[in-house]
């Protein structure tokens, strides 16, 4: 694999060179990324140059649909799945929340799901709501020091009511990547749905939904150098069990059952911004000229081994420190970059301190308060988060390591 080139990286965010944001540390990643220069040019061309109602017999009407239909095969050929399983919709919550309305007439009364205490709430609320109706939730949890999910616990859950387990491909508090391929089988294996958030895991590499084999896998393009959009993959056979959520007249068109709000034209067509970006990653980087879901496969690991080695340095400086608590695990090649710490002073303080250092970070819960209680800490004081990705440099990574000295 060869070593990443950050220079040729940092020159495809517009942010690297915007005057105004010389010198900061950018490590609230995990809560969106800068987009990337293809994501930000297809946005504002889609407004300049076709921003009419689309796939009227009209020529730029008809590119308009054109550049939407792009990104459907674009970002399904990168995360080797078919386009019409893949769906763009305002957000992850928005996505889960439809999800949860599509397919809860699949159960009847007496059913069970499995959803976790390490989720973020957009996949944990809207399942366990169908308590309400007569399923029962059971909650599969971690363990209270490690924050580990363990998937022999899942084991002891599953049993021949189970139809659906929700859970995350990373937690974005805890940041543990999760076997999903594993967990998924287990799930099919019990005769249930899989449902996997993988917001907090896609930014480090586009996954290859198909080899996970889950039955959904969602995550937020707007963490992943792209606009401000959720995808959603729902396997095909699915999405044609599940109630249509759309317009009835539309019922028999498979990218409409599942996003009601109506498509955001030029944030759909910016979607192939993240393949424009993941193609010049693997032309920069690699000789052979392989499938585009060959080289998300190939950009994946190299933005991996990069963030890996950064993390090393970092997670080294935290565990000599006796006045935190890391939360998640140590090593760096069983997590995601997106560091959590408490500290007896509360996650937001230290974050309002470090900016004077210009490190951008964030405290509190973010979203995930159910796994912040679960780890006996006070939602209302919180963790630091640092999160960052592969365009991050091994000068930021001593910036954030400074400041931290300094602020702690
Ligand atoms: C792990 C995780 N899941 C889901 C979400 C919700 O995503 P969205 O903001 O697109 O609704 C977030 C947002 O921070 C997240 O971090």
């Known amino acids: 694999m060869p070593d990443l080139d950050l220079d040729f990286v940092r ?35 889609f407004y300049r140059e076709t921003k009419v109602q689309p796939d009227h017999p009209f020529p730029v009407s008809r590119r308009a649909g054109a550049l939407m239909d792009e990104s459907y095969e674009r970002i399904a050929t990168c995360l080797n799945v078919a386009p019409d399983e893949v769906h763009f919709g305002p957000s992850t919550s928005m996505n889960t929340y439809v999800l949860a309305h599509a397919l809860r007439p699949l159960l009847t009364e007496g059913d069970e799901i499995v959803v976790t205490n390490q989720d973020h709430e957009a996949n944990s609320g809207v399942w366990r709501r169908w308590e309400a109706t007569g399923i029962t939730v059971r909650e599969w949890r971690i363990d209270p020091e490690t924050a580990h999910l363990d998937p022999r616990d899942l084991a002891n859950l599953l049993n021949d009511r189970t139809r659906l387990v929700a859970f995350p491909h990373a937690s974005n508090v805890v940041a543990e990547i999760n076997p999903v391929a594993e967990i998924a089988a287990m799930a099919r294996e019990a005769g249930a749905i899989s449902i996997v958030d993988g917001v907090a895991a896609a930014p480090h590499g586009l996954p290859d939904v198909d080899q996970l084999g889950c039955d959904v896998y969602l995550f937020s393009a707007y963490k992943t150098y792209g606009p401000h959009q959720g995808v959603m993959v729902v396997r095909r056979e699915l999405n044609e069990r599940a109630e249509n959520q759309g317009h009835y007249f539309n019922a028999h068109l498979s990218g409409k059952r599942l996003t009601p709000a109506g498509p955001d034209h030029a944030q759909v067509a910016a979607m192939s911004g993240i393949a424009d970006y993941t193609d010049a990653l693997y032309t920069r980087h690699f000789r052979t000229n392989l499938a585009a879901d060959g080289r998300a496969r190939r950009v994946h690991d190299l933005m991996r081994d990069h963030e890996v080695a950064l993390m090393r340095p970092l997670l080294d400086y935290l565990a000599g420190r006796n006045d935190i608590r890391l939360i998640g695990p140590r090593e760096a090649e069983r997590r995601a970059p997106t560091i959590s710490i408490v500290h007896e002073r509360p996650g937001e303080a230290l974050a309002a301190d470090l900016s004077l250092h210009k490190v951008m970070a964030g405290g509190g819960h973010f979203y995930g308060r159910r796994v912040v209680e679960a780890l006996g800490i006070d939602p209302e004081h919180g963790a630091l988060r640092l999160s960052f990705l592969h365009y991050t440099s091994r000068q930021e990574i001593d910036q954030v390591i400074e400041a931290l000295d300094r602020v702690l």
Do not use: K, M
Request: proline share 9%; hydrophobic share 40%.
């Open 11 to 45: 020159a495809q965010f517009p942010a690297f060179s915007e005057p105004t944001l010389e010198g900061w540390a950018f490590f609230e990643n995990a809560g969106g990324s800068y987009p990337a220069e293809a994501t930000v040019r297809r946005l504002t061309d």
